[in-house]
């Protein structure tokens, strides 16, 4: 399992951004993804996940301003972050479970290098 996280980069807080996850799983759609952030200094915490049945699950503090989504036909899942704010500033690793969907980045067998996304005026 190989995953490819793009689409960080430096926005201004209150803009939009939308992270991508592409991932070389032969059945992407059997598996449950995440969004996790590591801040410099600091653990990396849960962001969001979309399970097989596309149930969704968002960190407090991101719940009506992040959307995760998937597209199996295309293998990718997304992560569309809008309002951002300061607080946002982070590296965004993608990551993927045949077997868990939940807030553990433990319980996730694979993972993507990272995007970093800095929000910033």
């Known amino acids: 399992v190989q995953l490819q996280a793009s689409g960080g980069g430096l926005v201004q807080p209150g803009d939009s951004l939308r992270l991508s996850c592409v991932a070389s799983?032969?059945?992407?759609?059997?598996?449950?993804m995440g969004w996790f952030r590591q801040a410099p200094g600091k653990e990396r915490e849960f962001v969001a996940a979309?399970?097989?049945?596309?149930?969704?699950q968002y960190r407090n503090n991101v719940q009506g301003r992040f959307t995760i989504s998937r597209d199996n036909a295309k293998n990718t899942m997304y992560l569309q972050m809008n309002s951002l704010k300061p607080e946002d500033t982070a590296v965004y690793y993608c990551?993927?479970?045949?077997?868990?969907?939940?807030?553990?980045?433990?319980?996730?067998?694979?993972w993507g290098q990272g995007t970093l996304v800095t929000v910033s005026s």
């Open positions: 799983i032969r059945n992407f759609r059997g598996y449950a």
């Open positions: 990551a993927a479970s045949y077997d868990y969907f939940g807030n553990t980045a433990s319980a996730y067998g694979s």
């Open positions: 979309i399970s097989w049945s596309l149930e969704t």
